[in-house]
C-alpha cells in the first residue's frame, strides 16, 4: 500500500490572489455605469464586464455576491517592480472604476 505524505490538491476547489479591489455587485454595477454611460443598457455584471475595454482580470463567481477585480501577483513582468506591478493596476482600475478606489492584495479560496 502506498500513503502519499507530500501535498494533496482537491480538483474540486479553485483560488486566487490578485492585487487590485473587492467590489460586492451592486457597487460593480453602479460604479462601471457611472465610468462607462455606453454600457447603461447592460443588465447584468457580467454584461458590464464584457463591455469594459481593460486589461484587468475580472472574477465574478455565480454564487456569490462579490467581485474581484485587478492582476494576478503571478502576471508580473520579469523586468517589472512589485511598485510599478502596483502602480499600473491602479492606474487601470481608476481608468475603470474612478479616483475613489483604494487597491489591495485580495486572496480567496473556493471549496466545491
Known amino acids: 500500500m502506498k ?4 501535498f494533496v490538491s ?3 476547489s479553485s483560488s486566487f490572489c ?3 479591489i473587492e467590489l460586492d455587485e451592486y ?4 460604479k462601471v455605469k457611472k465610468m462607462h454611460p455606453e454600457l447603461e443598457d447592460a443588465d447584468c455584471s457580467y454584461e458590464l464586464s464584457e463591455g469594459l475595454n481593460t486589461t484587468l482580470d475580472i472574477e465574478l463567481p455565480s454564487e456569490y455576491e462579490t467581485a474581484y477585480i485587478g492582476r494576478s501577483w ?4 520579469d523586468e517589472e517592480t512589485g511598485k510599478q506591478f502596483k502602480e499600473s493596476v ?3 482600475i481608476k481608468k475603470v ?3 475613489d478606489i483604494k ?3 485580495h486572496e480567496e479560496v473556493w471549496n466545491g
Open 3 to 6: 500513503f502519499r505524505t507530500g
Open 27 to 30: 457597487e460593480f454595477i453602479e
Open 103 to 105: 487597491c489591495s492584495t
Open 10 to 12: 482537491n480538483s474540486s
Open 97 to 99: 472604476f474612478g479616483e
Open 18 to 20: 490578485i492585487y487590485g
Open 90 to 92: 491602479e492606474k487601470e
Open 74 to 77: 503571478s502576471s508580473i513582468g
